[in-house]
C-alpha cells in the first residue's frame, strides 16, 4: 500500500519538480494513516521525519516496521540510505525527538532555490532551514523588493532576507530572538555573495519590542511569518498568534509607509483573521497564489497581503 502511494505520488511530483527546475520539494506528507512520514528532497539527500503518533507496535515492532518504510523509500526514490536523514520518535522522557543520520556524511550542506544557495542542516535542529512550502512566497519578495526599505519578522535562517537583497531592497532588516538563526541567515547572505553592508542589518529582540521601538511609517515592505506559539524565556509573557495578531499586526502598520504591503503568514490551521479589527487599504487572501506544486491539496497555512 505505502509502495504503490509513493510510486504514485513521486512520479507525479518529480516531473514537475524537473519542470520548474525545483531542487528541494516535498514528495509525501500522511498520505496514508498507517505511514506517517514527511518526505522532503533536498538536494541529492532525502529528509524523513515520523509524525509522533499512538500505535500498537512495541518498540522491536516499530523498528521493523521503520526499516522496512526506509527501504522502499530509498527504492522508490532512489536514495542511498547513506543520503536519508530520519527523525525517529525518543520515548525518552524529556526529549520529544531526536534527528538521527543513517549514513556518515556531514549534516550541513548547500541547496539551491530560484538561482539562490541556502545552508540546510538536516541533523542537528528541529527544522532544515527552509520551508519548502513558503518558494513562491520568497520568488514573490524577490519581484517586490526593488528599492525598498524591507523588514522580515520572525525571520529564522534568513530566507526571505536574502530574497529580498537579491531583489535589489534598498534595505533589508532581519530580525529573530534567537542568534543562532540570525547568524546563520547572514551566512546564507554571504553564501549568495551579499557581504557586510550597510542597507544589511541583524536585529537580535523579541519581535513585538522591536516593534513598539521602531520609527513610524519607515519600512515598505514587511514579512511576518510567526510561530503560533511561543514561550521563550527571551521575550515577555508568550505568544498565542490567535489572540495576538491584531496587535503585532497593528504595530507592523504603524512602522510601514501609506502603501506599504504587509505579507502575513501563519501556519495555525484554525486560524481566523480578525479583519474588523485591522484598518487598512485592502486584505488580500494569497494562500492559493503563494501554494507551491508539492503543497496542492495538504496546504496547512494562511497567508494575506495587507496594503496599508
Known amino acids: ?18 519542470r520548474l527546475s525545483a531542487g528541494c520539494y516535498r514528495v509525501y506528507d500522511h498520505d496514508l494513516p498507517e505511514f506517517p512520514f514527511c518526505i522532503e528532497f533536498y538536494g541529492d539527500q532525502l529528509y524523513v ?17 521503520l526499516g522496512k518504510s526506509i527501504e522502499i523509500i530509498s527504492e522508490i526514490l532512489s536514495i542511498s540510505k547513506e543520503n536519508i536523514f530520519l527523525k525517529l520518535r525518543q520515548r525518552k522522557a524529556g526529549r520529544s525527538g531526536q534527528y538521527q543520520k543513517m549514513g556518515g556524511k556531514k549534516s550541513e ?19 532544515t532551514g527552509l520551508f519548502l512550502d ?23 535562517t534568513g530566507s526571505f532576507s536574502v530574497y529580498a537583497a537579491a531583489g535589489g531592497a534598498r534595505e533589508v532588516v532581519t530580525v529573530d530572538l534567537s542568534n543562532t538563526y540570525l547568524k546563520w541567515a547572514e551566512r546564507n547572505m554571504r553564501l549568495n555573495g551579499i557581504g557586510i553592508s550597510a ?48 496587535a503585532l499586526i497593528k504595530l ?32 488580500k487572501d494569497i494562500t492559493a497564489a503563494t501554494t507551491p506544486f508539492d503543497f496542492e491539496k495538504r496546504m496547512n497555512r494562511f497567508c494575506y497581503k495587507i496594503v496599508k
Not at 505505502?2 to 507525479?12: A, D, S, T, W
Not at 518558494?135 to 528599492?147: G, Y
Open 1 to 18: 500500500m505505502f509502495r504503490n502511494r509513493l510510486q504514485k505520488v513521486y512520479r507525479h511530483l518529480h516531473k514537475q519538480a524537473k
Open 49 to 65: 521525519a515520523e509524525y509522533k503518533r499512538r500505535h500498537e507496535m512495541s518498540d522491536s515492532e516499530h523498528e521493523l516496521w
Open 109 to 127: 550542506f548547500i541547496v539551491e532555490e530560484n538561482g539562490l544557495k541556502f545552508l540546510v542542516n538536516l541533523n542537528d535542529y528541529l527544522d
Open 134 to 156: 513558503h518558494r513562491l512566497t520568497r520568488q514573490m519578495i524577490r519581484q517586490e523588493s526593488r528599492d525598498k526599505n524591507v523588514l522580515n519578522l520572525f525571520a529564522y
Open 199 to 246: 542597507r544589511l542589518r541583524y536585529v537580535n529582540a523579541d519581535v513585538k519590542e522591536f516593534l513598539q521601538e521602531l520609527h513610524p511609517g519607515h519600512f515598505d515592505l514587511v514579512i511576518m511569518d510567526p510561530p503560533t506559539f511561543s514561550n521563550s524565556k527571551k521575550m515577555e509573557g508568550f505568544l498565542d498568534i490567535q489572540r495576538d495578531h491584531v
Open 252 to 283: 507592523c502598520l504603524r512602522a510601514m509607509r501609506a502603501g506599504g504591503a504587509l505579507i502575513f503568514s501563519t501556519n495555525y490551521r484554525k486560524f481566523i483573521l480578525n479583519k474588523e479589527k485591522i484598518r487598512v487599504t485592502s486584505i
